[in-house]
């Protein structure tokens, strides 16, 4: 009686194919590592033109006068008034202030955001910002507490036309 010949994978060829799908995965990872940290950064600029939609209606409110705000708060603590809370009516919910890179600050503070504390107080046709006047494609208002986002810049920025962008629109200049 003859045996069947039962063949199955060598070590060498188990080995192969390991390596292949290691390598595979060392390929595919940081793509879809990009890919997921471009997704959170166009999630995070939606949350700044929400932001700015926010701010428009508080604008219409006061006489298109900017809030008079600081720039941010440590913990949910201070009473400080800042964008999330003089903006909490004119939001849909406070998760708009929550940037999905921030991992720490949104729940600490109650914000993934800082707000421009030059422009408090001015009205919307005033601003200005080292010395940019009236230019409002240039004039930040609303900044990433930090720079959390995949490229040179990682911080996204809503400008006083409430275009958010990644890009830094205003220069300093000595």
């Known amino acids: 009686m003859k045996m069947k010949d039962q063949r199955g994978f060598t070590l060498t060829e188990l080995l192969i194919v390991i390596g292949i799908i290691v ?47 600081a720039a941010g708060r ?19 919910n406070e998760e708009v202030f929550h940037c999905p890179e921030d991992k720490q600050d949104f729940a ?22 080292f010395g940019i006047i009236g230019d409002s494609a240039r004039i930040p208002l609303v900044t990433d507490k930090e720079a959390w986002h995949p490229g040179k810049q990682g911080v996204n920025i809503l400008y006083a036309d409430y275009s958010a962008s990644k890009d830094v629109k205003f220069v300093t200049t000595p």
């Open 74 to 92: 440590s913990n949910k603590q201070d009473e400080s008034p800042v964008l999330e809370t003089v903006l909490k009516e004119y939001l849909p």
């Open 108 to 129: 600490k503070s109650g914000s993934s955001y800082l707000w421009n504390s030059t422009q408090s107080g001015r009205n919307k046709l005033s601003l200005k910002f």
């Open 23 to 69: 390598a595979l995965a060392a390929l595919i990872f940081p793509i879809a590592r990009s890919a997921i940290g471009k997704a959170r950064q166009v999630s995070c600029l939606g949350n700044l033109r929400q932001i700015g939609i926010g701010i428009e209606s508080y604008l219409q409110d006061h006489n298109d006068t900017m809030p008079t705000i």
